[in-house]
């Protein structure tokens, strides 16, 4: 009888089994594939994860990957530019760029370490129940019994399915990624998250472990098909990145080292994350477009939140157990997929946008008056203007370092 088992060795998994491990309990990590695996996921993050990192006793061996520490940002939109070191609001002013499957294979060692079992090429294929509680999961030929069993195999998760748990929002795809690992791309002077945008296509680019770049691709979701028809996406990805002439020179000597991932079912969406016996966590729970960023952040949000409410309920699962669960998970993950949505939607600017945003970049104590005064300069404006201004704001206020900017009082 295992206390927790957890379904999915991913980073979500991983750093979940490490966290509840940690704690004192018995946990067995199960995986249909060989791991560490990769993940068609952004890899970026940042100063919350790096805590994250450092409180799991990790950080140090994540650094050791060769993964630069990105102290600056570089912003491109249209033409004009940004670039500014970060400011040191935690002691952890940078950002970093690591691969899913080395990411994870980190984290796997770090709940090794603990005494999590690992075991993978081992697909669940069904869970043990007693009446409607979840005890256990199945395998060919296997069965194990657990407390609490937490389903973090993605957003496509066989967990939620057969648990029937409900999806609670939907908002749908509205964009679709494509991206790829380079090598020799001319770097900046300084490493940066680089943020491109180009009409109503964003570029991230930065570079991540083993001594490569990732440069990953977010378009609208209407233009998928027809990139992917261009040699299976992989000449149409590289055509709208050379299309960018700043980002052409920066690729001029490179050589694109893997394939061409794509992306296009990327719903944004949460389910309910708990019932009786069992938790949902990382995308199985909510899933978000990889514009958000925000994926290992909020893996590492649900390990913590299942560290701190489990524990408590291997000796017998209450609906306050759940409950505290559920509302942790939603202040930290669920909130966010909800308020950002608006983000998505970028649309080639019109002249006068344009000429303002080249302004802001130009001018950092505008963007810094910008974000402080938002209500009182664009209340007057038309509803989908102010709407258009608060990202614009928001947008400044995140690149800069700057404090986040006001809201627009729509009075």
Not at 220 to 248: F, N
Not at 334 to 356: N, S, T
């Amino acid at each position: 009888m295992y206390d927790v088992i957890v379904v999915g060795g991913g980073v979500t998994g991983a750093a979940s089994a490490a966290l509840l491990a940690r704690e004192g309990l018995r946990v067995l990590v199960c995986d249909r594939t060989r791991l560490p695996a990769p993940a068609v996921s952004t890899h970026f993050f940042g100063p919350t994860t790096l805590a994250f990192l450092d409180r799991l006793g990790v950080l140090e061996e994540v650094l050791a990957t060769g993964a630069p520490p990105l102290r600056r940002w570089h912003l491109e939109v249209e033409g004009g530019y940004y670039g500014a070191p970060m400011l040191p609001r935690s002691p952890y002013h940078y950002n970093l760029c690591v691969r899913r499957e080395t990411l994870s294979g980190v984290l796997l060692r770090a709940a090794s370490r603990y005494g999590a079992e690992i075991r993978e090429r081992s697909p669940v294929r069904s869970l043990r129940w007693d009446g409607d509680q979840v005890i256990g999961i199945e395998g060919a030929g296997w069965s194990e019994k657990a407390r609490i069993v937490v389903g973090a195999d993605g957003r496509g998760s066989a967990t939620a399915r057969q648990t029937g748990a409900a999806t609670t929002f939907d908002a749908g795809a509205m964009r679709c990624t494509f991206h790829a690992y380079w090598e020799d791309v001319v770097p900046l002077p300084s490493p940066a998250l680089e943020l491109w945008h180009d009409g109503g296509h964003v570029l991230q680019a930065g570079p991540c472990d083993g001594g490569r770049w990732v440069i990953m691709l977010s378009a609208p979701v209407g233009e998928y098909a027809a990139i992917r028809a261009e040699a299976g996406g992989e000449e149409g990805y590289e055509r709208l990145l050379r299309s960018i002439p700043a980002m052409a020179d920066r690729l001029r000597a490179a050589r694109r080292v893997s394939p061409v991932y794509a992306s296009k079912s990327l719903r944004n969406f949460h389910r309910e994350p708990a019932g009786p016996g069992w938790r949902l966590a990382g995308d199985a729970y909510c899933h978000k477009d990889p514009l958000f960023g925000a994926g290992i952040t909020d893996a590492c949000a649900a390990a913590e939140a299942l560290a701190a409410t489990v524990p408590l309920a291997v000796d017998g699962d209450t609906p306050q157990a759940r409950e505290s669960y559920a509302t942790r998970l939603d202040e930290r993950v669920g909130r966010k997929v909800r308020a950002g949505l608006a983000g998505l939607r970028i649309d080639p600017p019109e002249p006068g946008q344009l000429a303002w945003i080249r302004g802001v970049l130009a001018h950092p104590g505008l963007a810094l008056e910008m974000t402080r005064r938002c209500s009182e300069l664009f209340a007057g404006l038309p509803e989908d203007r102010r709407d258009f201004w608060q990202r614009v704001a928001d947008g400044a206020s995140e690149v800069l370092g700057l404090p986040p900017a006001a809201s627009v009082d729509a009075s």
